[in-house]
């Protein structure tokens, strides 16, 4: 067994590099708008090899063929360079995570931050799921021996909190952790993840990515989809086929603190104003509204009436001048409560026609929940203390 476990980690990393190259050479291809036949015929026999590897570990898997002779038939047939290299690419993808699972090292993910919220959690482990596949481990979202906005439901309930509202990504235990063959830890907020940059939030392709990764990998869990069904019953299936917009704007903490890098939110009445022409330029009869903020609210129910749909139950005043996560526990706030309403108002963000929102990590969320929406439009007015209104005036220019 040792010598095939020093087997599947040689293949993990040959496999990567190979990837890696045909990534290489594909991207150059796109660029040049000319292949080389010959070097396609080299990828194929290659991953051939590789296969021949992976068969010999005695997997569940199997092996990979089928695939193969696929892509020998696209070869052999002068098939495009490109559509070669991404079936193979899809081959080593699918090897590399049999092998994963085969070796069962194991990542323990705990981010150590009592600050940020359900949503700004949600990226980041989006983030450190995607690294942990490609150092080569199973990842394990750990919310029990950990401190952050989680460890307290985790204590009261005595559950690893994160699975009350997400699956893990391979369905295992922390028992499978501690029993697996090798296992580290990712703590913190990774470079690559789903950002609040337009970078990000404009780019359709690295959204379909995180798309994929976060239905993949990161699941909501059976509680939470019974729980965002009921409310999408209740709340949004009696307007029938009737468009509807949906607004994310934040206010309290985030607008009284105003932290320092953290994007610059829409003023409610300006939102309110591209709100109400894009409803009529979209025909969007009704407003599904998500904020934690009760003057928020109140605006929107005095100019839009009735129309203005919501399924949060509890709302706080404007001016909050500290964190939410510090208010909540100063005033016995329950998490759990709050944490399924978010959920359940991103979820149901993701359900309307259209979206305005202002730069947040429940936009991200909705967005990713999120098929298409027929128009998107995020507010984008700089960070805070780096290039918001009160920065660019204070300049002479």
Not at 106 to 133: E, M, P, W
Not at 135 to 156: A, C, F, K
Not at 197 to 215: A, F, H, P, Y
Not at 359 to 369: C, D, E, N
Request: glycine letters at 6%.
């Amino acid at each position: 067994m040792a010598k095939q476990l020093a087997t599947a980690d040689e293949l993990f990393v040959t496999a990567k590099d190979v990837k890696k190259i045909i990534i290489d050479q594909m991207v150059r291809w796109k660029t040049i708008a000319c292949e080389n036949r010959e070097l396609l015929a080299e990828f194929y026999k290659t991953v051939t090899q590789l296969n021949k590897i992976f068969i010999s570990l005695g997997t569940n898997r199997g092996s990979f063929s089928k695939q193969l002779q696929q892509v020998e038939h696209m070869v052999k047939t002068q098939e495009a360079g490109v559509a070669v290299c991404e079936m193979l690419l899809e081959i080593l993808d699918e090897m590399l995570l049999a092998v994963i699972w085969y070796r069962q090292d194991y990542c323990l993910i705990r981010r150590q931050d009592d600050c940020a919220g359900l949503a700004s959690h949600f990226i980041t482990n989006l983030g450190q799921i995607v690294l942990s596949l490609d150092q080569g481990y199973i990842p394990y979202v750990d919310t029990m021996d950990v401190e952050n906005v989680l460890t307290p439901i985790s204590r009261e309930l005595q559950v690893n909190a994160w699975e009350l509202y997400f699956g893990q990504p391979f369905g295992v235990t922390k028992e499978n952790v501690l029993q697996g063959r090798n296992h580290v830890m990712l703590t913190g907020i990774p470079a690559t993840r789903p950002s609040y940059n337009m970078d990000c939030l404009g780019n359709r392709n690295i959204m379909q990515m995180w798309k994929r990764v976060q239905r993949k990998y990161m699941p909501l869990s059976g509680k939470m989809m019974e729980r965002i069904a009921q409310e999408k019953k209740r709340c949004l299936e009696p307007v029938g086929t009737a468009k509807i917009m949906g607004v994310l704007c934040r206010g309290t903490d985030y607008t009284s603190l105003q932290p320092q890098g953290h994007p610059v939110q829409p003023r409610p009445k300006d939102l309110l104003v591209r709100v109400e022409q894009k409803m009529e330029e979209f025909g969007c009869e009704y407003c599904y509204l998500a904020t934690e903020d009760k003057g928020i609210l109140q605006l929107f129910q005095e100019r839009l009436g009735e129309s203005v749909l919501y399924t949060q139950e509890q709302y706080y005043d404007s001016q909050v001048e500290e964190l939410l996560s510090f208010y909540n526990r100063k005033h016995d706030v329950p998490l759990h409560t709050k944490n399924q309403e978010y959920l359940v108002a991103l979820a149901l963000l993701a359900e309307c026609n259209c979206l305005i929102a202002g730069r947040t990590s429940g936009t991200i969320v909705a967005l990713l929940f999120a098929d298409e929406f027929e128009y998107v439009d995020i507010w984008n007015d700089g960070f805070y203390g780096v290039d918001s209104e009160m920065e660019r005036r204070g300049y002479i220019i």
